[in-house]
């Protein structure tokens, strides 16, 4: 429970992107009010898409995509930025944000690719699966999650 981390950083970085990802890489518990209420209206979104395709009889699947700084040495220039600061080998995960999703709608499966991928960097040292500059993915990154995606639609 590392909330204080978030207490001691300086009160214009708190006024960052970049702090909003370090909060939701904490447990709730961390989380401001700001943050729990958005994080309450996202889960309203959710429900909404949830009850719309439970009328088309279908199953909801949501995918927590996550940022290149979850990992260690990626978007490696982005994540220096100053609305995010994050340094080379920082991680700021998005497994405590989608806990969150998880325990709040049982009925709704979530997965984390954020998992995926870094089982994926495991085995690859030399590995860029996010652009260095804009944080997006990068081609190797997107044909590994559609040769993902393939299997798993078709299963």
């Known amino acids: 429970r590392d909330c204080k981390s978030l207490d001691q950083l300086h009160t214009q970085y708190k ?22 209420i958005a994080a309450k209206e996202a889960l309203q979104e959710i429900v909404g898409l949830h009850d719309l395709v439970k009328k088309l009889n279908s199953d909801l699947t949501v995918y927590m995509i ?7 040495i990626q978007n490696i220039n982005g994540r ?19 806990n969150f999703f998880t325990k709040s709608l049982p009925s ?9 991928i870094f089982n994926w960097l495991k085995n690859c040292d030399e590995c860029e699966y996010y652009f260095p500059d804009d944080g997006h993915w990068t081609p190797k990154l997107h044909y590994k999650l559609s040769e993902y995606f393939n299997k798993s639609f078709t299963e």
């Not at 996550?66 to 260690?72: I, K, V, Y």
């Open 108 to 116: 709704v499966k979530f997965v984390s690719l954020e998992s995926l």
């Open 80 to 98: 220096k930025s100053e609305d995010y600061n994050f340094g080379d080998n920082i991680v700021v995960t998005t497994e405590p944000l989608l």
């Open 15 to 36: 006024n960052t992107l970049g702090y909003d990802y370090l909060v939701y890489s904490k447990l709730p518990i961390c989380w401001s009010k700001k943050h729990k």
């Open 66 to 72: 996550p940022p290149g700084w979850s990992f260690p």
